[in-house]
């Protein structure tokens, strides 16, 4: 099967099922969450159907193909903006798939679906920059800095999402009395655990994200000992990498000590994942895109 047949497929079954959970979750009658989250009007259960969690796993499948394509299989594996947008998002995806065994979390599913229904095919137009004879140590550094950025995505869709339940909430109660916070947690909002619950997982995806951030550093320091000579190199990627890992580090500590959460969180985890994506998309970004070098 052509390369472009298999994006073009993924694509269009992320598009379908965005299309999807976007009719069924975000239109559907905010009486109908409410009543199906209380178990008294049947079929409203909320929750992933059998068949939908199957379906996701169709163009997760694909996708995880044309990124172990590029990344594994090829001889001279080819890394960019794009390969690096796609891979996050297929991450983010798969921990979501794995997570909504434990937690209802399907108000994030369309804008997810969307977003990656966008990115597969940026890999096709847009390859990347060829690393000629990449070696092993290489590969996984790269897989190890995917892996952290892409939890790092789903733990900013969890802080944007709280923070969101948070404005309504408070506006619901500026607004006074139930009827308002019952109209107020409509549509998806409902189906989604308490605020607390969702903290958790924040920071359970921070700690993940951390870890993984840590071992991408300390390969990456071994490969530019093995490389270049010298394990520190002063280039944009490696400070923006530390001051991403001084910020993740800062806002656990914060945590653990007093109790950081709310906006808080927020203002640090957005910070943290935009050095992130400065350290490992900004540059290549720059290269094919605005200076146009493949």
Known sequence: MPDIVIHVVASALYAALALHFWQTRWRVPSERWQAGAAGSLAGAALGLRPWERS???APLALHAWILYDILILAEQP???FAFALSATLWLALFVYWCESFLVELEGIL??????????????YWFPG????SAPFEYRLHMLLSIVATGVLTLALLHALLMALMDRVLHGARGSGGAAARSAAFGGPLTGLPPLLTL???LFRLIWIAFIMLTLTLATGLTLSEMLFGRALRFNHETVFAV??????????????LYGWRGRTAL?????????????NIGSTFVLEVVLRRG
């Open 199 to 201: 903290e958790r997982l």
């Open 55 to 57: 379906a996701i796993l």
């Open 267 to 279: 203002r640090w985890t957005l910070a943290g994942f935009m050095l992130v994506i400065l350290a």
């Open 243 to 256: 001051i991403a890992w001084i910020a993740f580090a800062v806002l656990l500590l914060g945590r653990h």
């Open 78 to 80: 080819r890394f960019g």
């Open 129 to 132: 920059l060829v690393k000629s």
């Open 110 to 123: 369309p804008p997810a679906l969307g977003l990656a229904a966008l990115c597969v095919p940026l890999t």
